[in-house]
Every structure is written in C-alpha cells, then in structure tokens.
C-alpha cells in the first residue's frame, strides 16, 4: 500500500473511532459522575482493587487529581478505601456495590446503543467489523 493510502487510512480510522466513541459517550445512562470519574470506575472495573497511585498512573493523570476524583467517588459511595496490606503508608482502593452497579448500568445502555446500530448492518457488514475489531484491539495493544 502506498504512503498517500496509508495516509488516507490513518485519516479515515482516526475519524471514525472518534466518531463512534464521542457517540458512544453520549449515551451514558445517567450523567451525575464525569466522564474522568467514571473512567476511575471503569479501570476499577477492569483491573480490580488498585492503590490511588496505580489508578492515576493507569488513567494517565497525575496522583494529586486522582486524589480528588477518588475522594468524591468515595462520598458518593462509590469507592471504598482499605489499608494496603503490603505498605501500611498506602490505601487500596476498590468498587463498592454501588459504583459496580454504576459501571454495569453504564456498559449496558452503551451496548444497547451500538447493539441497536449493529442491527441496522447486514450480516456480511457484522463480519467485517468483528475482525476490524480484533484488529483494532491488537492495534491498541490489548492480547485479549
């Protein structure tokens, strides 16, 4: 493939993966966290019980503004805190009930969301896009 395809397809995909997740993110069951908040519940979620130090790095944010998105997840009931059991100076932090709730009710509007699109797609069209995205998943260095 030439470079001006390759550009042409750089383009392309970058658009398109915005597009599908700025319309993804739109479909938040219920908008009383930000969108940084949930994506701390959504890490959690993903990777369990973490220090506040493990999940700014995971979220690329620095410790202090994690401290303040876990400190409001933990008013909200959200987030609880226990000590670490390998560094008594350091907490764990992990999903209570709730914010597991808040995280499943989430995932499932969006799904129904891109499920309902799905539909819309004819067979042959479903079958592209399940290997586009293992293709992408690789591409975003993921080994599931």
């Known amino acids: 493939m030439s470079e001006t395809a390759d550009e042409g397809l750089t383009s392309r995909l ?3 993966v915005v ?3 700025r319309r993804l993110r739109a479909q938040r069951a219920n908008e009383d966290l930000t969108l940084t908040q949930l994506s701390a519940l959504s890490c959690l979620y993903k990777c369990g019980p973490m220090s506040p130090g493990e ?3 995971n979220e690329g944010v620095r410790p202090p503004s994690m ?3 876990i400190a409001a997840l933990e008013e909200l009931g959200h987030l609880s805190r226990r000590p670490n059991p390998n560094d008594g100076r350091q907490a764990i932090v992990a999903l209570t ?3 597991l709730g808040h995280v499943r009710t989430d995932i499932s509007a969006r799904e129904a969301w891109l499920d309902r699109r799905l539909a ?3 067979p042959g069209e479903r079958e592209i896009l399940h290997r586009a995205a293992e293709i992408i998943d690789r591409m975003a260095g993921n080994k599931n």
Do not use: F
Request: aromatic share 0%; proline share 0%; hydrophobic share 45%.
């Open 55 to 57: 999940l700014a790095a």
């Open 120 to 122: 819309e797609l004819d």
């Open 19 to 21: 597009r599908l997740n």
């Open 97 to 99: 009930d709730s914010g």
């Open 67 to 69: 401290t303040r998105v």
């Open 14 to 16: 970058r658009l398109a």
